[in-house]
């Protein structure tokens, strides 16, 4: 397939820059993959499609404030810094701006000196090696000096830093946040919860990869940059147990699908695993975990809407895309969602 058979033509009106007042009153578009029907509904209604036994399988990686905004040094020149994936001893692998003069041995400083760091090697597609210097804990100094690493669709500025953060987010790592989730509140998954559908959490720590543009013609020439996906021994005792009596496994979200697709073995069971993914799901891929999927409304020619159309086939999914711009709903990270069952 090409790449260019993902476009389709969004007004620049409809990607949401804020997000709503209340987190499940976005729009919810309901499709039947297997007809490509669909309903026009909103978020808080979704417990009419969750049965008692179903599994709803959440992402609760938390986005940490990973955008650094700094000087080089002795020049003062400024500098930007984007964290991406913790390499460990300080190391991280970085975006990193003005890249032309952040080259192997330049000195950044950031906070007055608060913290530190060295251009270590300069890697493929222009991402830098950097080792951060600091006294404490590394991630109470970003919380202090580091700000949210917004999509740069979004132009306006965020005033509550949490509503980047689903409610259920626990494990510090992700360079972006795993939107599909944003639209629960607490209350609403207690209700879910309340009418017997079991509630399993994994962690996957999302890169800015999986947003990166796809930049070839074939879409099997892409590569997918690897994230770290894990999943617990509880967790795992909960998927195993959905599948053994017939309940279906709802995936939260693209991360969650594709920690279930990377660490399930080839019967669809699970085991208490973590590894680093780069699995890429694009139509003609056989699902093994996952039996429905909540997610938001994803860019024109990403892997996002591949995976999406892997799932609920190319032509419905292009159809309700269409259908949705008409119907003026809320696109990307902060918009509206879907369920594909």
């Known amino acids: 397939m090409k790449t260019s058979d993902f476009y389709y033509d969004l007004p620049q009106e409809l990607i949401a820059q804020t997000p709503l007042e209340r987190r499940d009153g976005s729009r919810l578009l309901v499709m039947q993959k297997e007809t490509g029907a669909l309903e026009h509904r909103h ?41 991406l994936t913790d390499k460990g001893d300080g190391v ?12 192997v041995g330049t000195r950044l400083s950031f906070g007055d000196g608060k913290l530190t760091a060295t251009v270590k090697e300069e890697m493929d597609e222009g991402n830098r ?30 005033k509550d830093a949490e509503r980047y953060q689903t409610v259920y987010s626990k494990v510090s790592g992700s360079a972006a946040a795993p939107t599909a989730g944003l639209h629960f509140t607490k209350e609403l998954l207690d209700r879910i919860a309340a009418k017997g559908v079991k509630l399993a959490y994994v962690t996957l720590h999302v ?3 999986t947003f990166r543009p796809v930049k070839v013609d074939d879409v099997t020439d892409h590569k997918m940059h690897s994230e770290l996906c894990m999943i617990s021994k509880k967790t795992a005792q909960i998927l195993n147990e959905t599948k053994a009596s017939g ?25 208490e695993k973590s590894a680093w993914t780069d699995i890429f799901i694009y139509p003609g ?24 159309s892997a799932f ?9 895309y269409r259908e949705a711009v008409k119907a003026r709903y809320r696109f990307f990270s902060f918009g509206d969602a879907m369920l594909i069952e």
């Open 207 to 209: 890169g800015l990869g």
């Open 92 to 103: 991280w692998e970085c975006l990193v701006r003005p890249a032309r003069k952040l080259h």
């Open 247 to 271: 309940g279906r496994v709802i995936c939260v979200g693209t991360t969650s699908c594709r920690t279930l697709e990377s660490l399930s073995d080839e019967n669809g069971h699970f085991s």
């Open 43 to 83: 978020f808080y209604d979704i417990l009419e499609y969750l049965q008692e036994g179903d599994c709803l399988v959440m992402n609760d990686s938390r986005v940490i404030p990973a955008r650094l905004l700094g000087n080089r040094l002795p020049s003062g020149g400024a500098a930007e810094v984007l964290l």
């Open 312 to 320: 609920a086939g190319y032509g419905h999914v292009m159809n309700a």
């Open 129 to 158: 090696l950097v080792q951060f210097h600091y006294e404490g804990i590394f991630l109470e100094i970003l919380e202090q000096l580091g700000k949210m690493p917004l999509p740069p669709y979004i132009k306006e500025e965020l």
């Open 285 to 308: 891929y056989k699902f093994r975990a996952m039996d429905a999927l909540i997610t938001n409304f994803h860019l024109p020619e990403s892997t996002l809407i591949m995976l999406v």
